[in-house]
């Protein structure tokens, strides 16, 4: 049996605030033992060649390393708007979970804003990661819901593209009056089939649309694939999106469990702040966790 582990990690702008970046990760462990030295080495020389090979490929490399019982798969894909040097940063952050909380572990995926990566001992080259998944709200408020309709349906038109694109990676933008314009980004690992990429972002979107709801600005993420919506133009920059505030992790319940007594509570999202939330596989996993910081002066 695995024993998985679920971490958020939250990077903090000192003086700032704000959360700069969510890094979500999940690792698995074999219970009762342990992985060798053999394995531990090629996943270090993947995980090299991943973040040297990502940025000069357009943003996407996979390959193995090793033979037999001790060969490790892996891939790394950055959003395709950002730059090689932004993509190496993101991924080399990245590698430093899996080297100092995943140690023991045979299969490990992590995914951010701008980057993600898994590695396993078995081949899961052309299958979306359906695992685990999260999504993220900014602080702008709530949206005119005509409005927000019509960036769903924007989104919904940027899911069934993405496949069609040399680098499963498209961007659009409508103008909606005297609101200004709304902007979306959607992309796949390109790896997938075309049925697989549209598989994997319509089930974002399926899964977060209520959450997301009449919000300005949010994020889809996924292993596999991901989906960015801003009422400000944040692509073709080579940055990352606007900053998001604190961030809150709203866990809702599945209607076929029975809540633990520590699973409890299920904030309502205010009206101006940020949230996060998570899905795993048929069953929601989330930490609840509210972060007050103070700007001294």
């Known amino acids: 049996m695995e024993k998985l582990i679920l971490w958020t990690a939250l990077l903090i702008m000192a003086g700032f605030g ?26 270090r020389n993947l995980l090299d060649s991943l973040v040297t ?8 490399f996979n390959t193995t390393v090793g033979d037999g019982s001790d060969q490790v798969y892996g891939l790394a894909w950055c959003r395709a708007d950002v730059s090689p040097e932004a993509c190496s940063d993101c991924l080399n952050s ?58 769903f349906s924007m989104m919904e038109n940027i899911a069934r593209n993405v496949s069609n ?10 103008d909606v009056g005297a609101n200004g314009g709304r902007y979306g980004l959607g992309q796949c690992s390109r790896d997938l089939s075309k049925s697989e990429c549209e598989n994997c972002l319509e089930g974002l979107l399926t899964n ?23 009422d400000v133009r944040f692509y073709d920059n080579n940055s990352t999106l606007t900053p998001r505030p604190n961030t809150i992790l709203t866990p809702t319940p599945n209607p076929t469990l029975t809540p633990t007594p520590n699973s409890g509570l299920i904030p309502t999202p205010d009206t101006s702040g940020g949230g996060e939330i ?14 007050v910081f103070h700007l001294t002066v």
């Not at 090979?53 to 996407?60: C, E, I, M, T, V």
Request: aromatic share 16%.
């Open 18 to 43: 704000y959360v700069e970046s969510i890094t979500n990760y999940q690792c698995s462990e074999a219970e009762n033992s342990t992985v060798n030295t053999v394995y531990q080495a090629n996943v």
């Open 94 to 151: 990245s590698i430093s979970t899996p080297l100092r909380d995943c140690t023991e572990s045979k299969d490990m995926a992590i995914w951010t804003t701008l980057c993600s990566l898994r590695y396993s001992n078995e081949s899961f080259f052309g299958k979306h990661w359906t695992n685990s998944s999260s999504s993220t709200y900014g602080y702008n408020g709530l949206d005119d819901p005509s409005v927000f309709s019509q960036g």
């Open 278 to 291: 998570w899905y795993k596989g048929d069953v929601i996993l989330a930490l609840v966790a509210l972060f």
């Open 165 to 174: 694109q040399p680098l499963m990676f498209e961007t659009r933008a409508i």
């Open 208 to 230: 977060y649309q209520t959450y997301v709801l009449n919000r300005t600005g949010w994020e889809m993420l996924g292993v596999s694939c991901g989906m960015w919506y801003d």
């Open 53 to 60: 090979s990502a940025p000069l490929q357009d943003g996407f």
